[in-house]
C-alpha cells in the first residue's frame, strides 16, 4: 500500500520566480512520468494518492498508465472547484472493490475522503473449519487541511472524527463483521498532534513507526520525516493507519471528548499563556462560587475559537459538558476541571487491550470468543529517498514536496475483538 501527496502542479512554486509549475508543460510532465514510473515500480496493490488532478492531460496521463498496469481507478475532487483532489487505484489481481462511498467534508478548506471496500481476489487463509476467513478491508484516503495557524487543530481533528463516524455507519449499515481498517493520506500534522493522539486512543498504528519499533515517545517523534511545506520546515505527516479487528476499543465520542480537552488545554497555556490557576479563572468568568457553570464554559469555548459547525458544535459542548461535569451537579469545580482538562490521566491502549470488556446489548456488534477473522501485521514500511527516514530532507529531491511511503501489510488470523460499547 503507498501514499503519496503528489504536489498538483497548480500549487509547485517555482525555484527562479513566482510562477507555478503548471506555467511549464514540459516540467510538470516529466516530474509526473517520473511519479507514475515510481509507483509503478514499487507495484503496491492499493495505491493512495493527494493533490491530484489540476488539468485533463494529467488526468488522462494517470489513468492510461495505471489503467494499463491493471489498476482501477477512484477520483475524487475537492470541493468548490479547487483544482486538486484524490485519486485511489487498486491493483484488480490482488483485490475486488466492493463498494467506494465519497465523503465531502463540506468544511473549511473543502476537503474530502474516500471509504472504499474491498476484498481479496485470492483467499489466502483458512480457519479451523478449513473454510475461508473473511478477507474483507476498509481502505480510506484523504488530505486533512493545513494547520496556517492554531485554529485549525480542531478543523483537523473534526475531519477525522467525520471518518471515523462515517466508517461506524457504513459498518453499522452493512452489518459488516471485524474487518482492517487502513487510513492512508497526508494528515498535515505530526506525531506531537491530537490527531495522532486521537488515532493511536482508537487502537490504530502508525504503520511506519511499528515497522521501525518506534514508540509514541518525544525522542521518537522526529525520527522520520515526510514534508517540506512552503514555509521550508520538514515534518513527518505522512501515514498509513492501521486498525486490526483485534482491538479493543473506547467509545469514539470519548476519545473525541479527550482530544478536544487536549486542544483547549493547548490553547490555554501555550496560546494564551494561562497557568492552571488562571486557565480555571478564564474558565469560570465572573462566578461567585469558585465553579465554572454551562455558560461560562461555552462562552470560553468561543473565547478560544473552538464553537463552529466544523469544529465543536452545539450538541458536542453539551457532551463534553456532561463528561467534565463528572457528578452531574451543573457546576464544575477545581478538581473535576484538573481531571478532564489540566490533567487529564493518559490513556493507555496496551493496557485497554487485556481489559475484559462487557458489551452491551444494543451495540455495535456482539461476537462469540472463538470468532476468527484476519488482519495485518507490518512486514515492512519504506520513506523514500532514504535520507527523510534519518530525519534530513535532501534538497536534490524533487518528486514532490511530500516523501511516498510505502508499506508491506502480511495476512494473520486473528480473533475478534468486540468493542467498548457507546454510552446512551
Known amino acids: ?35 507514475i514510473d515510481r509507483l509503478l515500480g514499487d507495484r503496491s496493490s492499493i495505491i493512495c494518492l493527494q493533490v491530484w488532478l489540476g488539468n485533463d492531460e494529467l488526468v488522462n496521463m494517470y489513468e492510461k498508465r495505471l489503467g494499463d498496469a491493471n489498476y482501477r481507478l477512484f477520483k475524487l475532487a475537492r470541493t468548490n472547484n479547487r483544482g486538486d483532489g484524490l485519486l485511489t487505484a487498486v491493483h484488480r489481481n490482488y483485490f475486488c472493490v466492493l463498494n467506494h462511498r465519497e465523503l465531502l467534508f463540506n468544511d473549511f478548506g473543502d476537503r474530502v475522503a474516500q471509504l472504499l471496500h474491498v476484498e481479496s481476489a485470492i483467499p489466502f487463509l483458512q480457519n479451523r473449519s478449513s473454510s475461508y476467513v473473511q478477507q474483507q478491508s476498509l481502505i480510506v484516503n484523504t488530505h486533512l487541511v493545513f494547520p ?27 452489518k459488516l463483521g471485524p474487518m482492517p481498517i487502513i487510513l492512508c ?31 509514541d515517545s518525544e525522542e521518537d517523534a522526529h525520527k522520520w520525516v515526510s514534508h517540506r511545506n512552503h514555509r521550508g520546515n520538514i515534518c513527518g505527516v505522512d501515514f498509513i493507519w492501521l486498525l486490526n479487528p483485534d482491538k479493543c476499543r473506547k467509545p469514539l465520542k470519548t476519545s473525541w471528548n479527550e482530544a478536544v480537552f487536549g486542544i483547549m488545554k493547548y490553547l490555554l497555556l501555550q496560546v494564551a499563556s494561562l497557568p492552571e490557576e488562571n486557565a480555571f479563572a478564564l ?11 454551562y455558560s461560562s464554559f461555552c462562552q470560553a469555548l468561543c473565547q478560544l475559537g473552538m464553537v463552529h459547525p466544523d469544529r465543536v458544535n452545539s450538541e458536542e459542548m453539551e457532551d463534553l459538558w456532561s463528561e467534565v461535569d463528572h457528578d452531574g451537579n451543573g457546576a464544575v469545580d477545581y478538581k473535576e476541571f484538573q481531571r478532564c482538562i489540566w490533567s487529564p490521566k493518559c490513556y493507555n491502549q496496551e493496557e485497554e487491550d487485556d481489559t475484559e470488556i462487557d458489551v452491551a446489548e444494543g451495540s455495535i456488534v456482539t461476537f462469540e470468543p472463538n470468532d476468527e477473522t484476519f488482519g495485518f501485521t507490518v512486514k515492512e514500511a519504506v520513506l523514500f529517498p532514504p535520507e527523510v527516514e ?23 488470523r486473528m480473533p475478534c475483538s468486540p468493542r467498548t460499547p457507546q454510552h446512551p
Open 148 to 174: 496556517h495557524d492554531h485554529s485549525l487543530s480542531i478543523v483537523r481533528l473534526k475531519q477525522v472524527y467525520k471518518i471515523l463516524q462515517y466508517i461506524e455507519a457504513y459498518q453499522e449499515e452493512h
Open 390 to 412: 534519518k530525519g534530513m530532507w535532501p534538497e536534490n529531491y524533487s518528486l514532490s514536496d511530500h516523501a511516498p511511503l510505502t508499506v508491506v501489510f502480511s495476512p494473520v
Open 185 to 215: 493520506g497526508d494528515w498535515n500534522g505530526s506525531k506531537r498532534g491530537q490527531v495522532y493522539k486521537f488515532l493511536r486512543s482508537q487502537g490504530f498504528v502508525s504503520s511506519y513507526d511499528t515497522a521501525h519499533q518506534y514508540s
Open 283 to 293: 474558565l469560570k468568568a465572573d462566578s461567585s462560587d469558585d465553579r465554572i457553570t
Open 1 to 35: 500500500c503507498t501514499t503519496f501527496n503528489i504536489l498538483a502542479p497548480i500549487y509547485k512554486r517555482m525555484d527562479s520566480e513566482n510562477g507555478r509549475e503548471s506555467q511549464n508543460r514540459a516540467n510538470w510532465f516529466s516530474r509526473n512520468e517520473k511519479i
